[in-house]
């Protein structure tokens, strides 16, 4: 399918393939690009899709991780077309696409939300997420014990799913491909994680968007999918029965239908 990688001297690392409208895959927190690997030849038929590795992970690894901001500026430098692009963000990727989408909305076209969040912790003003302590407790956990740590995540990602041992199996796979991930640059991500809070921006973020919920997922549960699709201007909420935290690998046929008509502008 004519996959390229991204030319030498960029710090973030992308691989790209096919022809056609430009549509931009963003993974999650400790992962990579390889990630996308299963949904690269469809979308490859249809358009030129161009898999990151986000700053500080995968090939993109020595890519400092200091703020949202920074994130989304060194993604944005390393897609070099010009036309508006459709952004796929999965978790801590589809916070990345939002802020993305806020910054910049020219550019955005159109939004795909996976397993997204606007915030990843829970407050008091906000019941639809993890405990402070519970995140805190991981990057205790990372200091202590790196890969025992990163692999219990994964677990938790797809706990509930009635698709989990397969999904975790390809989580578990992918997660170590591309080396080990650098425990600075992964510890600095959590910390965004913890930290990033886009409920009020995302009220202003107009770009057509889709977000997709797990019905099981734990990390984002579906009330936060529902929040977010509900505050962002034109966005609509799509829940899968059946799903945790990464329906478009558990639950590819029902992900694929969700998706399809919207990206291809149905």
Same mark, same amino acid.
């Given at each position: 399918m004519g996959m390229s990688a991204v030319a030498?001297?960029?710090? #973030?690392? #992308?691989?790209?393939?096919?022809?056609?409208?430009?549509?931009?895959?963003?993974?999650?927190?400790?992962?990579?690009?390889?990630?996308?690997?299963?949904?690269?030849? &469809?979308y490859?038929?249809?358009?030129?899709?161009?898999? #990151?590795?986000?700053?500080? *992970?995968?090939?993109?690894?020595?890519?400092?991780?200091?703020?949202?901001?920074?994130?989304?500026?060194?993604?944005?430098?390393?897609?070099?077309?010009?036309?508006?692009?459709?952004?796929?963000?999965w978790s801590f990727g589809g916070q990345v696409a939002l802020r993305w989408a806020a910054r910049e909305p020219a550019r955005i076209a159109r939004l795909v939300l996976v397993g997204t969040s606007p915030r990843f912790v829970a407050a008091p003003d906000w019941p639809h997420a993890m405990t402070a302590d519970t995140l805190a407790r991981f990057g205790d956990e990372l200091?202590?014990?790196?890969?025992?740590?990163?692999?219990?995540?994964?677990?938790?990602?797809v706990q509930g799913s009635d698709e989990g041992r397969r999904t975790l199996a390809l989580l578990r796979h992918q997660l170590f491909a591309r080396g080990d991930p650098p425990r600075g640059a992964i510890a600095a991500a959590l910390g965004l994680l913890a930290s990033t809070d886009l409920r009020d921006e995302a009220r202003d973020v107009a770009t057509p968007a889709l977000v997709v919920s797990g019905e099981r997922d734990t990390l984002a549960p579906p009330a936060a999918g529902?929040?977010?699709?509900?505050?962002?201007?034109?966005?609509?909420?799509?829940?899968?029965?059946?799903?945790? *935290?990464?329906?478009?690998?558990? *639950?590819?046929?029902?992900?694929?239908?969700?998706?399809?008509?919207?990206?291809? &502008?149905?």
């Amino acid at each position: 399918m004519g996959m390229s990688a991204v030319a030498a001297g960029t710090a #973030v690392h #992308v691989e790209s393939a096919g022809a056609g409208p430009p549509l931009v895959l963003l993974h999650g927190w400790a992962l990579h690009g390889g990630l996308f690997a299963p949904l690269m030849a &469809g979308y490859a038929a249809r358009f030129r899709v161009h898999a #990151v590795d986000l700053p500080g *992970h995968g090939h993109s690894s020595r890519t400092e991780v200091e703020t949202l901001d920074r994130i989304v500026d060194a993604v944005a430098s390393s897609i070099g077309c010009c036309e508006p692009l459709s952004v796929l963000g999965w978790s801590f990727g589809g916070q990345v696409a939002l802020r993305w989408a806020a910054r910049e909305p020219a550019r955005i076209a159109r939004l795909v939300l996976v397993g997204t969040s606007p915030r990843f912790v829970a407050a008091p003003d906000w019941p639809h997420a993890m405990t402070a302590d519970t995140l805190a407790r991981f990057g205790d956990e990372l200091a202590a014990g790196f890969r025992p740590t990163l692999l219990r995540f994964l677990t938790l990602q797809v706990q509930g799913s009635d698709e989990g041992r397969r999904t975790l199996a390809l989580l578990r796979h992918q997660l170590f491909a591309r080396g080990d991930p650098p425990r600075g640059a992964i510890a600095a991500a959590l910390g965004l994680l913890a930290s990033t809070d886009l409920r009020d921006e995302a009220r202003d973020v107009a770009t057509p968007a889709l977000v997709v919920s797990g019905e099981r997922d734990t990390l984002a549960p579906p009330a936060a999918g529902a929040w977010l699709a509900k505050a962002m201007p034109n966005a609509h909420h799509a829940c899968l029965p059946g799903a945790a *935290h990464a329906p478009f690998l558990s *639950h590819r046929a029902a992900f694929d239908a969700a998706a399809a008509a919207f990206l291809d &502008g149905h």
